[in-house]
Structures are given as structure tokens and as C-alpha cells.
């Protein structure tokens, strides 16, 4: 069964500045589990890849822009759920998606 | 031609010969994703969507031109408007519904919460209809923020009337049936004779719980219903339910999730009954699994178990019920258990075509 994904928004190679790590369920759209993405804050990081990735930001941020249950974002080592937290000082942002269920 | 199956961890094509006898069961797609309905647009015969879950993710729609060959995401999936008052987040696309005829790539999707949403583009990209979810009356109706069954409260039964695309019909779990007769525009409760017996006034004018509602499509001003307090057909414009579902054994009931009609007898409906008794646990009375068939619009039922198994355990949801167009007419149900029983002869024998597949979800003729 083939995903066919629109094509990202600008050459990849442009926004070398964050490594984001992608939970599984996530890789269909990136087809890799670290991809280098942009921005200052958690919901400009997002928005980076939502270019790079069309439709990856809805499946992690709902309409009211909340993180949906269940998601956390780690910024180096640091959890937080708020999307307005700033990226300072890490090279690296983990997006975690709890896998329970049955 | 055959049978799409969505299921709790994906979605199977079951495809028939000619003579349904011999049936073909393809490999998962999107294995490990949530398969709530997946329906084929009868406009073009071509245009599949499939309304998908994905664990903890956020909701979403596919479709497909070559029968599940290459899926493609929706560019903008439902959702409701963002930074809108109710701040509402659309956590599942429950039922999708094909357009009118004349109105090729015009979808709608009921969602969970229950919001309306359509699309003019054959699904890539949907948008909320303000009429509904933004009516006044929107909150009560859909009894907002309680989520009063345990998946969530959802909008399902997005009927088109055949005749004129501006009339409408959607079932609420909970909440009751509605119609409208201007595009969405405006809409009002139509549950007048219909019971809501867990309520001190078993009568009201909304809060009903529709489990199913169809619309026959040769005689559009005929609507049956399989309600959770009883089986229902209204004729309109008169527009009062009518409890047909008093005709069926007592010892069986009236309850259950599906109701499936005849392509071209209006009087014909078939029905699944399920144990609505105690603390409900919706397997099908006493454990003994059976069809029922009116041929008379509701005014007797005949059981069709013939080939079905004498006890069983299972239930049958409210989209894995459906219906072919061949003549006799083939009848189907998938099973919570993942099995997907067939009949060639209008429900008088059945035979499994299907077994140990995921939970059942969804069962459409595609």
C-alpha cells in the first residue's frame, strides 16, 4: 500500500537547524526518524515541518492549536506540553507520541 | 466489485466473483490505524475515502482513484474553525457521505464531536458547515461538552435527499434526527412519535438516541430508523416516527445498531437485533445471532438465520451492516469478532466470507 505525500515546500537542505526526532507513527510523512527542521519556539518548530511535511502538523496540534493528549514535546531534555516554549540553547527536539492502546 | 471493511486496525478489500460464491480477501491497508468508514463515491464508481484514526494522532481523511492502490492525505481534513468560541477539536471523522448526484465531489463527514463538514473537491479538502455547527441551538442539540456515549458523542446518517441537494437529514448519538431544507443553512429536530424512554418525559423534542437512519432512494419520502428505543419509518412530509419495531417478537425486541433497505423495495429492511436489556451488552438475544426482514415497510418480521451460528457473542455496529444492488440482493454484516457474513439470497441463508479479521467497524459495497 502506497502514501502518496505532497511534495515539501523548499529544498530540505535549507533549514539545517534543529534535529527533530519523529515517532514512528509519524514516518509516513517523513520517511526518516530525524529530519532538520527551524524555528524559535515549539509552534515554529511545527509550523517548519508542517511545510516541509504537509498534514504532519494537524495529526500533533489540534484546531484550537493544543498539543492532543497523549503528546509531548522534549526540548533537549526537557518536557513541556506548551507550544510557546522557546528553543534555547539544544540541538536536538523529540516529538513523543504515548503508543498505548490495545 | 466487492465488500471494503473498516476495521479498528485497518482497512480490507473482500472482493467477489461474479456469482458472490467465491470471495478474495486482499492484505491490510494502513494496518494499526483506525478504519471508522470507508465508502465509494456510486457517482464515478472510482473515488474511495476512508475516514482514519491513528492512535493518539489527530483525524484524518484519505481517498484513492485505484481501489486502495495509492492513498493520497486530505490537504485540509475536517476540523473545525480555529480560535472559534466553543474551542471544539474534531477528534474523529465518524461517517462520511457521498453528495448529491448533481453535485459531483460534494462529500460531507460527520465527526466526533458532532460536527458537519464538507467538501467540494472529492475529499482533499473539507470545510466546517457553519449552518450546523454554529447553530444556536448547536450546544443543546449535541448536549456540548458532555460526551454521552464512550467513544464520544458523533453526527452520523448524513442523508442527501435524491430529489433536492438543499434537503438533509443527520442522526445524533445522543441528541436525536434533524433535518434541514435549505443547504444547511438552518435546521430543526424531527423526532415527533419517536420514544427517548431513558428521559422522565419519554417524548421530547430532541435527545433521542438514532442508532441508524435511512432514506429509501425510490421512495425518498420514506425514512426508516433503527433507534436505541426501538425500529422506526416516517413518511413524510407528514414527518411522525412510527414504531414498526412493535411488530418484531417480543422476546427479541426492537433494539440494535443497523438497519439496511432493499435498493429497490421500499417496503423491504433488514435489521440485526442486539441485547438491549439489564446493563445492555448489545450481543444478539439469549446469544442466538439472526437477520430480521420486513417485506411489508415494518408491519411483520421474519428471522433469517439459516447458515449463522446458534450461539455467538458478537455485535454488529451501525456501518457494518450493508447491501449489494444484484438481483436477489446480497446482504452483509461484519462482526466486532472480525468475522463478515454473506447472503445471496436476500438474508435467507448466510455464510461466512471472512473471519479473524480486526474488529469491525464498517462494511460498504465498493
Not at chain 1, 515539501?8 to 526526532?21: C, E, H, Q, W
Not at chain 2, 412530509?237 to 425486541?253: F, K, N, S
Not at chain 2, 421500499?266 to 445492555?280: L, R, S
Request: glycine share 10%; with cysteine.
Amino acid at each position: 500500500m502506497a502514501v502518496r505525500r505532497r511534495a515539501p515546500a523548499r529544498d530540505l537542505l535549507a533549514g539545517v537547524g534543529l534535529r527533530v526526532r519523529i515517532p514512528t507513527p509519524l514516518r509516513s510523512y517523513t520517511n526518516a526518524s530525524v529530519v532538520d527542521a527551524v524555528g524559535s519556539t515549539v509552534k515554529e518548530l511545527l509550523a517548519d515541518l508542517d511545510r516541509l511535511y504537509p498534514g504532519i502538523r494537524f495529526r500533533v496540534v489540534d484546531e484550537q492549536g493544543r498539543l492532543r493528549t497523549h503528546m509531548k514535546v522534549f526540548v533537549g531534555d526537557e518536557m513541556t506540553r506548551d507550544l510557546t516554549t522557546a528553543i534555547v540553547g539544544v540541538e536536538e527536539v523529540t516529538l513523543m507520541q504515548a503508543l498505548s492502546g490495545g | 466489485m466487492g465488500l471494503v471493511v473498516g476495521t479498528r486496525k485497518g482497512v480490507f478489500f473482500l472482493d467477489g466473483d461474479e456469482d458472490r460464491s467465491v470471495w478474495t480477501l486482499s492484505e491490510p491497508h494502513f494496518l494499526g490505524h483506525v478504519a471508522q468508514h470507508v465508502v465509494l463515491d456510486p457517482r464515478n464508481g472510482t473515488r474511495l475515502l476512508a475516514a482514519m484514526r491513528t492512535g493518539h494522532l489527530g483525524p484524518t481523511v484519505f481517498w484513492s482513484d485505484d481501489r486502495g492502490g495509492s492513498w493520497n492525505e486530505a490537504t485540509t481534513p475536517p476540523a473545525f474553525h480555529s480560535g472559534e468560541e466553543l474551542q471544539r477539536s474534531l477528534s474523529a471523522v465518524f461517517w462520511l457521505t457521498p453528495g448529491h448526484p448533481d453535485e459531483p465531489g460534494v462529500w460531507f463527514a460527520g465527526g466526533s464531536p458532532q460536527g458537519l463538514f464538507t467538501t467540494a473537491d472529492g475529499g482533499d479538502t473539507w470545510v466546517p458547515v457553519d449552518g450546523w455547527n454554529d447553530h444556536q441551538m448547536w450546544p443543546t442539540w449535541a448536549e456540548w461538552p458532555e460526551q454521552s456515549t464512550p467513544d464520544g458523542s458523533m453526527l452520523h446518517s448524513v442523508i442527501v435527499d435524491p430529489r433536492d441537494a438543499a434537503h438533509m437529514y443527520v442522526g445524533l448519538s445522543s441528541g436525536g434526527v434533524f433535518e434541514t431544507t435549505d443547504r444547511g443553512a438552518d435546521w430543526h429536530p424531527l423526532n415527533a412519535g419517536c420514544e427517548a424512554t431513558f428521559f422522565p418525559d419519554p417524548y421530547p423534542e430532541f435527545g433521542h438516541d438514532p442508532h441508524c437512519v435511512r432514506l429509501h432512494p425510490a421512495q425518498p419520502d420514506r425514512l426508516y430508523q433503527q433507534n436505541h428505543c426501538g425500529i422506526y419509518r416516517m413518511e413524510r412530509p407528514e414527518g411522525r416516527w412510527e414504531r414498526i419495531g412493535r411488530a418484531m417478537p417480543t422476546d427479541v425486541g426492537d433494539i440494535g445498531f443497523p438497519i439496511e433497505l432493499h435498493p429497490r423495495d421500499p417496503d423491504t429492511a433488514w435489521v440485526f437485533p442486539m441485547d438491549g436489556t439489564d446493563v445492555w451488552p448489545r450481543t444478539s438475544p439469549d446469544g442466538r445471532p439472526g437477520v430480521y426482514v420486513t417485506r411489508d415497510a415494518g408491519g411483520s418480521w421474519t428471522r433469517c438465520d439459516k447458515g449463522l451460528p446458534e450461539r455467538a457473542w458478537f455485535t454488529v455496529k451501525r456501518q457494518a451492516m450493508t447491501v449489494d444492488a444484484s438481483d436477489p440482493v446480497g446482504v452483509y454484516f461484519g462482526t466486532t469478532s472480525g468475522d463478515v457474513w454473506a447472503s445471496s439470497d436476500e438474508g435467507r441463508s448466510w455464510r461466512c466470507v471472512a473471519e479473524h479479521l480486526p474488529e469491525i467497524y464498517s462494511l460498504e459495497w465498493a
